[in-house]
């Protein structure tokens, strides 16, 4: 069965750093693009950050020069290295993937809870 399985979330004070992951689980399948979406409470799910197949990365303007997205294909992970947290970067962030199986397959992970608090 094939899922993504989100780590590294938690507490962290403003201008802290988190790194979260994400593990594309299972087999029988490539990560065409991966990405990092977020939803704060009362607010619709945004794009953080994402990196295509070939390494392109966009990110939202809000995350720019702080965030950095990264993908090792080998371990079928994806990275979000988060310094300078804000506030506003408070979120439950998601892990979302195309995977080529048969044919692309969009899949979420379950979230994790990201907390930036004095």
């Known amino acids: 069965q094939v899922q993504l399985v989100e780590s590294g979330g938690g507490l962290v004070q403003p201008g802290g750093s988190l790194r979260l992951s994400c593990v594309a689980s299972?087999?029988?399948?490539?990560?065409?693009?991966i990405g990092w979406y977020r939803q704060a409470p009362g607010k619709q799910r945004e794009l953080v950050a994402r990196?295509?197949?070939?390494?392109?990365?966009n990110y939202a303007d809000s995350v720019k020069g702080r965030f950095t997205i990264s993908r090792d294909n080998t371990k079928q992970t994806a990275y979000l290295h988060m310094n300078s947290l804000k506030d506003e970067d408070t979120a439950v962030y998601y892990c979302n993937a195309q995977l080529i199986i048969s044919t692309v397959v969009n899949y979420w992970g379950q979230g994790t809870q990201v907390t930036v608090s004095s």
């Open positions: 299972g087999s029988g399948f490539r990560i065409y693009d």
């Open positions: 990196v295509a197949a070939g390494g392109t990365t």
